[in-house]
């Protein structure tokens, strides 16, 4: 990858709110929707691709998320670009796709097996995520992102458990499901009620 901030027209000392802006507006002039029927069409989706890896880089950077092993200086160091169009993929919503680009990578790394989770918690398979995300955290013990991931998906449900078990209906809730449990026990002792 080149130099993130050239790509986007920064320098490296630009704030967030600048890099952010000159994001925006490289997305809104290399936009695919500009360029449907166009003979440009697949240089714009290719200069896209380029300023999204860039800015996903610099942001991953400065939230502490991204390591010198991600870095631009033409070497191939692990995780590569091939994790970070994956990872868009996946933010999309382009389950599919990720995963057939993450099943022609040979070598299972922690972040392969973290954003094999990802895709498995994105499709509502939350055990196989959890699972997943766990082998990542123990392969890479120090990665922020892993343990963050891993914790969120473990705490998820823990208010719907809480209620569930506790049955504390107060006064704010839903009375229909109190309504419900008592004519469902009343029909149970009368037989038939």
């Known amino acids: 990858m080149e130099n993130p901030y050239e790509v986007l027209g920064v320098n490296e000392n630009a704030s967030d709110d600048e890099v952010k802006s000159a994001y925006k507006e490289l997305v809104k002039k290399y936009h695919p929707d500009k360029y449907q029927n166009n003979p440009l069409g697949d240089l714009a989706e290719e200069k896209m691709r380029e300023v999204n890896e860039a800015y996903d880089y610099i942001m991953n950077i400065r939230k502490g998320r991204a390591s010198s092993s991600y870095g631009y200086d033409g070497t191939r160091k692990q995780p590569g670009p091939e994790f970070m169009d994956i990872r868009r993929d996946i933010d999309a919503n382009r389950l599919r796709e990720a995963q057939e680009k993450l099943n022609r990578i040979q070598r299972k790394s922690a972040e392969w097996i973290f954003l094999d989770g990802m895709i498995s918690y994105k499709k509502g398979w939350y055990d196989d995520a959890a699972g997943k995300i766990q082998q990542a955290?123990?392969?890479?013990?120090?990665?922020?992102?892993?343990?963050?991931?891993?914790?969120?998906?473990?705490?998820?449900?823990?208010?719907?458990?809480?209620?569930?078990?506790?049955?504390?209906?107060?006064?704010?809730?839903?009375?229909?499901?109190?309504?419900?449990?008592?004519f469902l026990c009343a029909d149970c002792c009368c037989n038939g009620f």
Do not use: F, I, K
């Open 137 to 182: 955290v123990n392969m890479d013990p120090g990665n922020p992102e892993y343990n963050q991931a891993l914790n969120t998906l473990m705490n998820a449900g823990q208010g719907y458990r809480n209620n569930a078990y506790g049955r504390g209906y107060t006064s704010d809730q839903d009375m229909l499901c109190t309504a419900c449990q008592c």
